[in-house]
Structure formats: C-alpha cells, structure tokens
C-alpha cells in the first residue's frame, strides 16, 4: 500500500471538518480501482460529511469521486449522474480546476459508450480550461483521451502524437499510474499497426509499473493485452496465464465489462486445445456477464422472433385444447402419450415466453444509448451558447431534455420490471448505514425543492442504521419515494423524512402535504401502470411503474413497504421496513 495512503488512514480518526473531508475524498480516489467496498465507503463519509460541515467544494469533489467509482464498476448511468451533480456545483462556484476535471470525466463516460463525437466536445473544453490554468496534469490527461478518440476513429499517427504528448508531461510529473496507461495505449496503437513486437514491449513496461504500485485495474488491463498477443502468435500456455492473471483480478475488481473481454479469449483458447469442459464454463460466465448492445438487423430479429412466438403460441393452444378434447374412452398408453406431448409443449410455451421476456428487454436497451446522446447533445448545447441562445430556441431545448429524459425514465423502468419479473434480478447483500444512502438521495433532489419552494425535514438517529440490503435496490426505492413526495406536493410545502430503530428493523418514514390517497387508491397503489386520483402539481410525468418497482424490490430484501393517509387532501406517508443484519433471512 501506498505509504501517503496508510499514514492518511492512520490519522484519519483525528481529523475533522475540511481536513476530513479532503481526507476521504483522496482515500475515495485511491481504492476506486484497489477495493471497491473501501471506495464507496470512503465517497459515502466525504458526502455525508461534506454536506453538514456545508463545504460545497469538498462535496462537489465527493460527488466526482463517487462518479468514478461507479465508472470503473461499468455503471456509466449512475456515474454520469454523480458527475453531472459534480459539474453543477463547480460552475456555481466558478470553480475553474474543477470544472475542467468534471468535463474530462464526462467525456471519459461518452467515450465508453462509444460516443466518440461527444466525448471528444468535452475533452476539447477541459483542455482549453486546462491550458488557461496552466494545470500540467490536466493536460495530460486531456492529451491522453484525445489521442484515445482518435485510436477509436483509426486515426493512428494523431492517436501516437496526443499519446506522446501526454507520456513525456506524465513522465516530468512523475505520474507513474498515468504513464503505465499510457503507456499501454501506445501498445495498442501498435497493436492496430500490426507491430506486435513493439506492442509486446510497452505492453511489459506498463505491467511492471502496475505491479510496483499496487494498481489492480491497470494490471489487469496489461495481463489482458499481453495474453492477447500471445494468443495470436499461438502460444497458448502463455496466453492463458496471463488471461486467467487479468481475469482473476477483474472479477476482485467487479469489473463486468472488462471480464468480458477475458471470458471471450479464454473461450476461444480452451476449445482450441479441445477442453471444451473449460471452454463451455467461460462461454456461460460469458454470456450471464454480457449486456450487449444491439444494432438495426438485432432488432429485425427481435421483430421476428416475436412474430413467430405468438404464431407458435396459437399452435400450441390450438394443439392443447385438441388433446385436452379427446375421447375419455382411449387406451390408457395413449392418454399418457398425449400427456406426454402437453408436457412438451408447456416446455416449449415457457421456453418462448422465456425468449420473449429477453428479446423485449433488449429492445428496451436498444433506446437508452441514442436517449444517452440525446441529453448530452442537449446539455452541451446548452453550455457552448448559454450567451448567445435567444429563450425561444433555450425553450424548445429545454423541451427535448424533458421529453428526453421521461423516455429515459420509462425504458429504466421497463427494463427494470423485466428483470425482475423475469427473475433476472440477483443481487448481493450487504450491511451498510442507511443514513448515507437517504442523505445521498435527498441531495440529488436539492435542486428540485428549491424550484418548488419545498422545504425538507429530516430526522436522523446520532447512531449507526445498519441493514442488510443491495446499495442499488435501496438507492432505487428511495429516490422513487422521494420523487414522488416532491412531484405530488404543492409548492412551499413540507416534507418530513424520518429513521426509525425499532429494534428488529429500521424504518424510514417519507411523508408529505400532498394530495392523500383514496380508500381505491391506496389498493392499487403498488400495481404496474397505476393510475391514482392525485395529479402532479409542478407539471411533472408519471410512468406509472415507479411504486411497483418499489414494492419487488423491497420484498426481494426480505423487507416490507406500506401507505398511509388519512384521505383526500391530507397528504400521504410511505414507510418502508427494512431488516437489520441480525434479524435478516
């Protein structure tokens, strides 16, 4: 370990206000691609504790921090939402450092979804910053990305100029993390020059680097590239060392997509040497970790397939209602062949309705990438003329990114209700303090209250909330509960949030001044598609599956969610029971 690292954790104890705070951010930032559990743990104090010693920069650093930890873990939605957060905190300070830093990771987001276009607009403003500041470190950084877009583009001699660039300022910085990736970048370039040699070369220079300095991921990352090579010059043990080295490190790292690319070559050697025990075992690691993006002739297919599903559907019913008819007076070994035949035929009627649920849940996928480039066009756009824009054409942009983002909430939705109706949906447990999730969740909404004049009241116990649950789901149920309160609650009202220890469990209380429900209302509250007597006061959309997504989610945790109001017009309280790790199934 770092020895800045271990000193830093060894006084952390001590230390209060900002110096605590700068504490766990840089802390964050080293165990982002080191331990994954220490990272969030680390973001989630700074965020805390920013927020109540009212420190906007540190938590504008926290909410970056946060954005890339859940960049390297491949959750480029909720990495782009912490740093867009980020972003806006800095342009209100007019925190220049920061918002080139903030713009760099944006880009670094568009760049892993493929959007080379608008990765590269953000790169170009973080460098003008940069340059303006005179932030060597910045620059290099900038260099080491635009060069990685031109590489995406096949550009390779801009690619080896902007890699250069940004190796020889990372060499005078003494940024040795910096220089193994770069270095690795290099012998990639030449990897597309068909240079292997030269490849292989910086490919070990950067492996030894990683290794001096504890750095998992781009460890990983070499032991990949170098197996690779060794792959293709047909030695295979070798490449299978380094590959099942990369993996191992991969899979410590929950690295899903950076997995996929071991899964894949490790399958492909193992049937080459005809163990294909192995080889199948990597296929289906590999195909259960992919979540692939589909083209126009995937979605032809999708099409077709659920065409032929419901014709064969009609066949199959047809088939069982005429076995179902059948003369009760047959011989006994023919009423067990037609039995027989309608086991079969429900194994094939699952068996669609099984790829249908797939096809429409890829379908759903297909729509959040170009909606992806949709918003951040929008926002840039908005950015690059906030000047010279005239409030019609801000209007009309201000309408797109609304449009934009209901159908971005609609297809989460969907795509989320599949996979847990589809039983699709596994997730670990973990003890954490439900406190940092809550306060997480709140701020994310700031914005918000202050448009509606809302003031929010919170109670939080001095102690731990410790409860045994998935992060994500918990992150997923209070930010629909707390949307929900905002959209139905008249401007300048109140709403009150509350943790409660019983003892067995710990509730957390969401109440509002709102609308109330009905007695009919509050029997459907958790159903998909619900539609309830109480509108939107601010204009807002509804998909209508928020709450139902709520309600599976919760039971999945072995928890329980209810509603109570006292009727129209009286406001509504949505409290949710979640288990402590002792009391847990």
């Not at 801009?158 to 660039?165: H, M, P, W």
């Not at 030894?208 to 010059?233: F, H, N, P, Q």
């Amino acid at each position: 370990m770092n020895e800045k690292i271990r000193l830093l954790e060894a006084q952390l104890p001590e230390l209060i206000g900002k110096e605590k705070i700068n504490a766990l951010n840089e802390l964050c930032f080293f165990y982002a691609t080191r331990s994954t559990d220490k990272a969030l743990q680390y973001g989630s104090d700074a965020l805390l504790l920013a927020q109540e010693e009212n420190d906007p920069v540190g938590e504008a650093e926290a909410l970056s921090k946060n954005g890339i930890i859940y960049f390297y873990l491949g959750d480029f939605d909720q990495s782009l939402r912490y740093f867009l957060d980020s972003l806006k905190r800095y342009e209100s300070l007019e925190h220049k450092l920061g918002i080139a830093k903030t713009l760099l990771s944006i880009g670094n987001v568009y760049s892993r979804l493929s959007n080379n276009e608008l990765a590269l607009e953000y790169y170009q403003q973080s460098l003008v910053i940069s340059e303006a500041l005179n932030d060597p470190v910045g620059i290099a950084s900038c260099y080491q990305n635009i060069g990685l877009i031109h590489d995406n583009q096949e550009e390779y001699n801009l690619a080896l100029e902007y890699y250069t660039k940004a190796l020889q300022l990372s060499e005078k910085l003494n940024d040795t993390e910096k220089v193994a990736k770069l270095l690795n970048n290099i012998g990639l370039v030449y990897e597309h020059l068909s240079d292997d040699q030269k490849a292989l070369e910086y490919y070990q220079k950067s492996l030894e680097i990683c290794e001096s300095v504890a750095d998992k991921a781009g460890l990983a990352y070499s032991l990949g590239t170098i197996g690779t090579i060794y792959k293709r010059a047909g030695q295979s043990g070798k490449a299978i060392e380094y590959l099942e080295r990369g993996l191992k490190l991969a899979q410590e790292l929950k690295a899903k997509e950076l997995s996929l690319n071991f899964y894949a070559e490790l399958t492909e050697l193992y049937a080459q040497q005809e163990d294909y025990k192995t080889a199948l075992m990597y296929q289906q690691q590999y195909l259960e970790a992919r979540d692939a993006v589909y083209n126009a002739t995937q979605s032809r297919q999708i099409a077709e397939m659920q065409a032929k599903y419901d014709a064969e559907k009609k066949k199959r019913e047809a088939e069982i209602y005429r076995l179902k008819n059948v003369e009760l007076q047959k011989e006994v070994d023919q009423r067990k062949e037609a039995e027989k035949k309608l086991r079969q035929i429900n194994e094939e009627l699952t068996q669609l309705h099984r790829e249908k649920d797939e096809f429409l849940g890829m379908a759903s996928h297909d729509l959040k990438n170009p909606l992806t480039s949709i918003l951040g066009f929008v926002q840039l756009i908005n950015m690059l003329g906030e000047k010279s824009l005239d409030s019609r054409t801000k209007g009309f942009l201000n309408s797109i990114e609304e449009c934009a983002n209901q159908m971005f909430r609609i297809v989460t939705n969907l795509v989320d209700l599949n996979r847990i109706e589809s039983g699709k949906i596994h997730f670990p447990l973990r003890t954490f303090d439900l406190r940092f999730a809550l306060v997480q969740v709140i701020n994310r909404y700031q914005s918000q209250t202050d448009d509606k004049q809302i003031t929010m009241n919170f109670e939080l116990p001095h102690h731990k909330c410790l409860i045994l649950a998935n992060e994500d789901a918990v992150d997923q149920i209070l930010d629909n509960l707390i949307s929900n309160a905002i959209k139905y609650s008249p401007p300048e009202s109140s709403i009150y949030v509350r943790l409660t220890d019983t003892g067995e469990h710990i509730h957390c209380e969401i109440k509002d001044e709102g609308q109330g429900l009905t007695p009919e209302d509050k029997k459907k509250i958790f159903t998909k598609f619900a539609r309830l007597s109480a509108k939107p006061t601010g204009g807002e959309n509804s998909t209508g599956l928020g709450l139902s997504i709520v309600k599976r989610l919760v039971d999945l945790m072995h928890g329980n969610v209810w509603v109570e109001s006292d009727g129209k017009n009286k406001g509504s309280a949505f409290i949710v029971e979640f288990p402590k790790p002792s009391q847990a199934h």
